[in-house]
């Protein structure tokens, strides 16, 4: 379990010119979470911006957990407030660019056994994820790792409609065939 101090719910980072509410974001860009939060409200009510356009101001989990036998990796935000994420949700949504494409992702199928085969730290703003399978060169930063959960069954049930667009499976066993009468 890796346990993150509750002092660190902004960033672990230490901020060097910040203010110690955190009033930049974590990344130090210079914009208040005021005009984050403004911009956010904004621009999602008018579906002006997709989740990656959504600016840094992601919290830490207070414990991250990961469950080799059930094959997924929790993260507890709140007393309450745990969500779990199957290993082959987050493979087939890392940031790597194998899966991203470099703004082209690539749809990830066959990856319904994939496991998680270990985690760390990637410095104090990301996880290093490593399943079973090799795939090893995403990092899921705080703030991507927060969307994931919070979007869990959304992004889930669109990778599920582009497998079926795609006559893929989750099954690396299976093949979906088209039968031309």
């Known amino acids: 379990m890796l346990l993150v101090p509750d002092s660190s719910r902004v960033n672990p980072?230490?901020?060097?010119?910040?203010?110690?509410?955190?009033?930049?974001?974590?990344?130090?860009?210079?914009?208040?979470?005021?005009?984050?939060?403004?911009?956010?409200?904004?621009?999602?009510?008018?579906?002006?911006?997709s989740y990656r356009e959504i600016p840094a101001m992601a919290r830490?989990?207070?414990?991250?957990?990961?469950?080799?036998?059930?094959k997924t990796l929790s993260l507890t935000y709140a007393p309450g407030e745990v969500y779990?994420?199957?290993?082959?949700?987050?493979?087939?949504?890392?940031?790597?660019a194998e899966v991203q494409g470099h703004g082209n992702p690539v749809l990830q199928f066959g990856k319904i056994n994939v496991g998680l085969s270990g985690l760390e730290p990637a410095g104090q703003y990301a996880l290093k994820l490593t399943f079973d399978d090799g795939h090893d060169s995403g990092l899921f930063t705080w703030e991507y790792l927060e969307q994931l959960c919070l979007r869990q069954q959304q992004l889930w049930a669109?990778?599920?409609?582009?497998?079926?667009?795609?006559?893929k499976s989750?099954?690396?066993?299976?093949?979906?065939?088209?039968?031309?009468?």
């Open 13 to 49: 980072l230490p901020q060097v010119g910040c203010s110690p509410q955190g009033m930049r974001n974590p990344c130090g860009s210079g914009f208040t979470r005021e005009w984050a939060l403004e911009y956010l409200n904004q621009n999602l009510e008018a579906n002006a911006i």
């Open 170 to 181: 989750r099954d690396p066993a299976e093949s979906v065939v088209k039968l031309m009468l």
């Open 60 to 70: 830490l989990p207070t414990a991250i957990n990961l469950h080799k036998a059930s």
């Open 84 to 96: 779990t994420l199957p290993a082959e949700f987050l493979r087939v949504h890392s940031p790597s």
């Open 158 to 167: 669109e990778y599920l409609d582009e497998l079926h667009k795609a006559g």
